[in-house]
T-cell receptor
Framework: EPEVTQTPSHQVTQMGQEVILRCVPI?????FYWYRQILGQKVEFLVS????????KSEIFDDQFSVERPDGSNFTLKIRSTKLEDSAMYFC???????????????FGEGSRLTVL | GQQLNQSPQSMFIQEGEDVSMNCTSS?????WLWYKQEPGEGPVLLIA?????ELTSNGRLTAQFGITRKDSFLNISASIPSDVGIYFC?????????FGAGTTVTVRA
């Protein structure tokens, strides 16, 4: 069964360092997302990406964050200068565009845990 | 952002009992989805609802998309130990899902 894969599974970094989280969405999916979940809290939307541009972003997704689809398979989230409060689980998700059956279904990766010290 | 109110926040249930949880919102959604998350893993889709009034089952799970399109409930019948986890509702807009805060289910054997 196709799945969304994420790397690394866990990254520990020093405050102020740059971090890149990588995702390989399901191959025929066209919409890509990043969500984050601070420990014990709900899953929060960060950004959606379609047709090589950001479709929507939340207030959390400030200038320290960026996303990129550098090739046909990877979808990355970069945090330029990490802060302590960026410590969270970051989930990548993708969905197939078009048609009412597929439209609402997001498939999530297993997440990348980021710990900022 | 769009706020979803999910309740209850947590529940302890006896094995074999039925479980019910719900989500409400002040916003209308085109889609309601229910996910389950286990420790250290990403949310896994349980049920997807696409039409107001729709009632859908997946094994022991039943979910409904409220007629007003502002609410949904999830029922789990005859709970078993593997039902333990956090259940999230999510309302679907055009570009994203907005998640509820989750219902933590703990089953007493």
């Amino acid at each position: 069964e196709p799945e969304v894969t994420q790397t690394p599974s866990h990254q520990v970094t020093q405050m102020g360092q740059e971090v890149i989280l990588r995702c390989v969405p399901i191959s025929n999916h066209l919409y890509f997302y990043w969500y984050r979940q601070i420990l014990g809290q709900k899953v929060e939307f960060l950004v959606s990406f379609y047709n090589n541009e950001i479709s929507e972003k939340s207030e959390i997704f400030d200038d320290q964050f960026s996303v990129e689809r550098p090739d046909g398979s990877n979808f990355t989230l970069k945090i330029r200068s990490t802060k302590l409060e960026d410590s969270a689980m970051y989930f990548c998700a993708s969905r197939l565009a078009g048609g009412p059956v597929q439209a609402g279904e997001l498939f999530f990766g297993e997440g990348s845990r980021l710990t900022v010290l | 952002g769009q706020q979803l109110n999910q309740s209850p926040q947590s529940m302890f249930i006896q094995e074999g009992e039925d479980v019910s949880m719900n989500c409400t919102s002040s916003s209308i959604f085109n889609t309601w989805l229910w996910y389950k998350q286990e420790p250290g893993e990403g949310p896994v889709l349980l049920i997807a609802l696409y039409k107001a009034g729709e009632l859908t089952s997946n094994g022991r799970l039943t979910a409904q998309f409220g007629i007003t399109r502002k609410d949904s409930f999830l029922n789990i019948s005859a709970s078993i130990p593997s039902d333990v986890g956090i259940y999230f509702c999510a309302g679907g807009g055009i570009y994203k899902l907005s998640f509820g805060a989750g219902t933590t289910v703990t089953v007493r054997a």
